[in-house]
């Protein structure tokens, strides 16, 4: 019985054994197998949110003004591929319900991508008023939302183009135009005058003074621009072009600063000399019949434009004067001084004066008058200036009235008879010219036999003659 119970519990062993390595070692082996496979699949799941995690993209919205329609810059940042599989909206437009569309949109990292929605529906068109919000969807299910609210009558980003140093007595233009981006004109410049959005807009400012500065201020939607300063200059009639200060193109995203400086330019004192003409403008010749005579004087002042000459007069007093005189009792100036309160470079201002002459003799006169620039202030440099004259000489004519005398024999008479008639016979004969009849009278000329001479007395037809002063 013993050997049999032996026999029993080897058996038993074996069978556990066999139990063992039938169940348990395959369980092990199963559980095993499916941690790797979960490990597998965590692993995957993991990398999956890491791409996700990893994709970085930049979307923004912009228009196509020629179609009107939504245009979107798409940026991958990241640095791996982006899919981007659909592409969705909602507006406050009831008439056009929220709707996605299914892409195949490759955008490799680093790069940019031009998207027009037209070619997923070209019958989608963006109302003025409504606005419209956009995102993108990838393949990994990540949602990358459009950074501008669409509004197509409202351009969402200010361009500013700060201009320093601008030179004076220039026309400065400023010009923003869509260029190409990709292919593609995208964006549009809000035009505040028409209150409309163009492919270009254009804004200017004329500079009255030195190193003036100025900010020029646009609207537009993202996009690639090109920003063009131009400086212009007066020529005669028309203004012509200096130079083209600054051209750059420029992508944009957000609210944007472009500076553009000329050179500034220090003030330094004006050598009045070479820069400033100073003349008295009156005729050389005066004419009256009177004893006396007014007439005006103007001093014509003018600061010529160049680069040398850099501010502006302030307070120029200017004076007239009488240096000399001859033909006359006395000579009266009024007022005595004049002020121009501002001459810019190229710029021409005037002053008069008058004159009295009293006391004009009948040979004429002469009158000596000296101008000068008695003050001024540099309105930059705070230099003063003075001591610009100018002289002029006037020569005054004396106007006297003329006859005519004209003689005709007409007859051979003796004294008696050429007095009696010459009444008649004179008379009528002076009549009968085409002059203006003054007088007549009969002279007896002491000859053999003696002969009667009348002698007409006409106005002259120069009327006066004029007696000047020489100077």
Same mark, same amino acid.
């Given at each position: 019985?013993?050997?049999?119970?032996?026999?029993?519990?080897?058996?038993?062993?074996?069978?556990?054994?066999?139990?063992?390595?039938?169940?348990?070692?395959?369980?092990?082996?199963?559980?095993?197998?499916?941690?790797?496979?979960?490990?597998?699949?965590?692993?995957?799941?993991?990398?999956?949110?890491?791409?996700?995690?990893?994709?970085?993209?930049?979307?923004?919205?912009?228009?196509?003004?020629?179609?009107?329609?939504?245009?979107?810059?798409?940026?991958?940042?990241?640095?791996?591929?982006?899919?981007?599989?659909?592409?969705?909206?909602?507006?406050?437009?009831?008439?056009?319900?929220?709707?996605?569309?299914?892409?195949?949109?490759?955008?490799?990292?680093?790069?940019?991508?031009?998207?027009?929605?037209?070619?997923?529906?070209?019958?989608?068109?963006?109302?003025?008023?409504? #606005?419209? %919000?956009?995102? !993108? *969807?990838?393949?990994?299910?990540?949602?990358?939302?459009?950074?501008?609210?669409? =509004?197509? &009558?409202?351009?969402?980003?200010?361009?500013?183009?700060?201009?320093?140093?601008?030179?004076?007595?220039?026309?400065?233009?400023?010009?923003?135009?869509?260029?190409?981006?990709?292919?593609?004109?995208?964006?549009?410049?809000?035009?505040?005058?028409?209150?409309?959005?163009?492919?270009?807009?254009?804004?200017?400012?004329?500079?009255?003074?030195?190193?003036?500065?100025?900010?020029?201020?646009?609207?537009?939607?993202?996009?690639?621009?090109?920003?063009?300063?131009?400086?212009?200059?007066?020529?005669?009639?028309?203004?012509?072009?200096?130079?083209?200060?600054?051209?750059?193109?420029?992508?944009?995203?957000?609210?944007?600063?472009?500076?553009?400086?000329?050179?500034?330019?220090?003030?330094?004192?004006?050598?009045?000399?070479?820069? #400033?003409? %100073?003349?008295? !403008? *009156?005729?050389?010749?005066?004419?009256?019949?009177?004893?006396?005579?007014?007439? =005006?004087? &103007?001093?014509?002042?003018?600061?010529?434009?160049?680069?040398?000459?850099?501010?502006?007069?302030?307070?120029?007093?200017?004076?007239?004067?009488?240096?000399?005189?001859?033909?006359?009792?006395?000579?009266?100036?009024?007022?005595?001084?004049?002020?121009?309160?501002?001459?810019?470079?190229?710029?021409?201002?005037?002053?008069?004066?008058?004159?009295?002459?009293?006391?004009?003799?009948?040979?004429?006169?002469?009158?000596?008058?000296?101008?000068?620039?008695?003050?001024?202030?540099?309105?930059?440099?705070?230099?003063?200036?003075?001591?610009?004259?100018?002289?002029?000489?006037?020569?005054?004519?004396?106007?006297?009235?003329?006859?005519?005398?004209?003689?005709?024999?007409?007859?051979?008479?003796?004294?008696?008879?050429?007095?009696?008639?010459?009444?008649?016979?004179?008379?009528?004969?002076?009549?009968?010219?085409?002059?203006?009849?003054?007088?007549?009278?009969?002279?007896?000329?002491?000859?053999?036999?003696?002969?009667?001479?009348?002698?007409?007395?006409?106005?002259?037809?120069?009327?006066?003659?004029?007696?000047?002063?020489?100077?």
């Amino acid at each position: 019985m013993r050997g049999r119970s032996g026999v029993s519990t080897v058996i038993g062993a074996a069978i556990f054994v066999a139990i063992v390595f039938m169940i348990v070692i395959p369980l092990l082996i199963f559980m095993q197998r499916s941690s790797e496979i979960y490990q597998l699949e965590a692993l995957r799941a993991y990398r999956r949110e890491v791409e996700k995690l990893n994709q970085d993209l930049n979307v923004h919205v912009s228009l196509k003004l020629s179609s009107k329609t939504p245009v979107f810059i798409v940026e991958n940042k990241g640095a791996m591929m982006i899919n981007i599989s659909s592409i969705c909206y909602t507006s406050t437009d009831v008439s056009q319900p929220a709707n996605c569309y299914e892409t195949k949109i490759r955008v490799p990292q680093a790069l940019v991508r031009i998207i027009d929605l037209s070619y997923y529906d070209p019958s989608f068109t963006l109302k003025d008023g409504e #606005l419209y %919000f956009f995102k !993108l *969807v990838s393949d990994k299910g990540r949602i990358y939302q459009g950074r501008e609210v669409m =509004n197509s &009558s409202n351009p969402p980003y200010n361009l500013l183009v700060e201009v320093s140093n601008m030179k004076y007595d220039r026309r400065y233009v400023v010009s923003v135009s869509v260029a190409d981006l990709y292919g593609v004109d995208v964006g549009c410049v809000y035009d505040s005058e028409t209150k409309d959005c163009k492919l270009n807009a254009v804004q200017e400012l004329y500079t009255y003074t030195w190193n003036q500065n100025n900010t020029f201020s646009f609207r537009a939607f993202p996009g690639n621009y090109t920003i063009e300063v131009e400086r212009y200059y007066w020529n005669v009639d028309h203004w012509e072009l200096e130079e083209k200060v600054f051209a750059r193109s420029i992508l944009l995203k957000d609210n944007s600063v472009v500076q553009v400086g000329e050179k500034h330019e220090p003030a330094k004192p004006i050598d009045l000399n070479k820069y #400033l003409n %100073f003349t008295i !403008l *009156v005729p050389g010749v005066q004419m009256t019949s009177e004893d006396d005579l007014t007439f =005006n004087v &103007s001093v014509i002042v003018r600061l010529i434009q160049d680069k040398n000459v850099t501010e502006n007069l302030r307070d120029a007093v200017i004076s007239l004067e009488v240096i000399k005189r001859t033909g006359c009792t006395g000579v009266a100036v009024s007022p005595k001084k004049q002020v121009i309160e501002m001459l810019k470079p190229g710029q021409t201002a005037a002053v008069t004066f008058n004159i009295d002459v009293q006391g004009i003799g009948d040979l004429g006169a002469v009158v000596y008058l000296k101008a000068t620039l008695d003050s001024a202030v540099g309105e930059r440099t705070g230099e003063g200036y003075s001591g610009i004259s100018r002289t002029t000489a006037i020569s005054i004519c004396k106007l006297s009235n003329t006859t005519m005398v004209m003689y005709s024999f007409l007859g051979e008479s003796g004294c008696g008879s050429c007095l009696t008639n010459c009444e008649g016979d004179c008379k009528n004969y002076c009549a009968s010219h085409n002059y203006t009849y003054v007088g007549y009278v009969c002279v007896l000329v002491n000859a053999f036999p003696p002969k009667c001479r009348c002698m007409c007395i006409f106005e002259s037809p120069t009327g006066v003659i004029p007696r000047c002063g020489i100077p």
